[in-house]
DNA sequence: CATTTGTTGTTCTGTTTTTCACAAAAACAT
DNA sequence: ATGTTTTTGTGAAAAACAGAACAACAAATG
């Protein structure tokens, strides 16, 4: 079974969701393929092909609808409205999510906090910050299903299995530490000390007056072999 | 030309890195392909045709030698130390990332941080917290690179711009503005707010009694006119 | 009313990336 | 020695994804 929504899918329309928005609030009716495209940075054909792919249609020469693109996206991607969430670690990292300025039109409700130690943590956060003895306990009573995690990489995994103990269905995770989405609980990885390295070695790539890659392996033998071919 | 050294590739070299790393400080010194697609989530063939790809040998029973694959991979990711980063905005994802424990041993150092009213950051910061008026400068003089953008979403274009102005060669941004590549600066995007959206539908997809995409147009017609062929 | 223009919808094609499957080689055991 | 096990290395198949091209159509224009 092929699946329609594939993960980039899925992203795109999340991303076209939220240019809607800001669009509709500044008095705009109606949208062109290549402005969505250029949006969120990719090619105007995609953006019709994804609408297409999902028979949200546009007018011939008017482009499409922004109420009506924005309704059919509410629609298959799920209002997403009044979600709670907790955070696990109130680091620095938990705390900066705590306070996120940029959900969407604030989607999500963080609805607390947990942290080793509470009490430390007198920097004004406005949600209520618990200690982990806690955390089964309000993630089944309050019917939690999302988590971040930003707790120090040696904690990392136990925390984990709290986290699915409870029951938690979906952990987005910062630590370094690469979790695995099992059945029953979705992972998503955010190693920021990999993005920042990686954003280095595409500087350095593209600063070198040479190809980085003429230091690896020769793939000239192709060559010669096509060229003795001919 | 097609690149060799594509962008999933790198993240994976990158994470082959750092769990080698840890393998060898914990004295070990073979490893094998499907403990490190254990450790970074994917499949052991999958890290036997990269290595396969660039060339890096194992031994048919004895798996890889842990010390000759980071000498290696060092060789063909380039060593990425003492690197210095400059962060743009200095709230609160700013300031966790600056002082973030996460870097690969301490590759990279944080030579400043710039912010609109460095002295209202009271809290005690690792890093100096310089003026937006110094930003062009202290690049300029100290030759950085690579930044981190963490402003208010109001302003990330206009600071965006600034950067590039004063010649950063790459930007990762934490802005829920979409930045985009161009010639002579690399952006990568890191939008938490879709992050956890994405995360959400993925969670309330999966928890469905049913497939989601039923709601979706009816792919059965395919299926309907298979059989009408046969 | 005819013509031009602009934009969508979709097919087809191409590329890149991953997985499968198994032969080959090395280590180990008997 | 011989056989058995384990793990690599890789060619071929499969899947995922994007891009180019262009027909179809609606709107605008004269």
Redesign the pocket.
């Known amino acids: 079974m092929?699946?329609k929504l594939?993960?980039?899918?899925v992203i795109r329309l999340l991303k076209y969701r939220r240019i809607l928005t800001q669009l509709k609030s500044l008095g705009f009716e109606k949208v062109?393929?290549?402005n969505l495209g250029d949006a969120i940075g990719?090619?105007?054909?995609?953006v019709?092909?994804d609408?297409?792919l999902l028979?949200?249609?546009?007018?011939?020469?008017?482009?499409?609808n922004i109420d009506y693109l924005s309704e059919q996206l509410n629609r298959i991607l799920g209002k997403s409205r009044e979600q709670k969430i907790i955070i696990v670690g109130m680091g620095k990292i938990g705390s900066a999510v705590a306070q996120y300025k940029g959900f969407h039109q604030g989607d999500f409700e963080v609805a607390a906090g947990f942290d080793i130690s509470p009490e430390s943590l007198l920097h004004k956060i406005e949600v209520p910050v618990l200690p982990m003895s806690q955390l089964k306990d309000f993630i089944q009573t309050q019917q939690i299903e999302v988590a971040i995690l930003a707790v120090p990489e040696d904690v990392a995994t136990d925390c984990h299995r709290q986290l699915k103990d409870a029951g938690i269905r979906g952990i987005l995770n910062f630590t370094p530490i690469e979790l695995k989405t099992t059945e029953n609980c979705i992972i998503h990885n955010i190693n920021i000390g990999v993005e920042i390295e990686n954003l280095f070695f595409q500087v350095v790539k593209s600063s070198l007056p040479f190809d980085v890659e003429a230091a690896l392996p020769d793939l000239s033998d192709e060559d010669a072999l096509a060229d003795a071919e001919t």
Chains 1, 2 share one sequence.
Request: charged share 25%; net charge positive.
């Open positions: 092929k699946s594939n993960k980039e899918l062109f393929s290549n990719v090619a105007p054909a995609l019709r092909k609408f297409s028979v949200l249609g546009g007018n011939k020469r008017g482009g499409y």
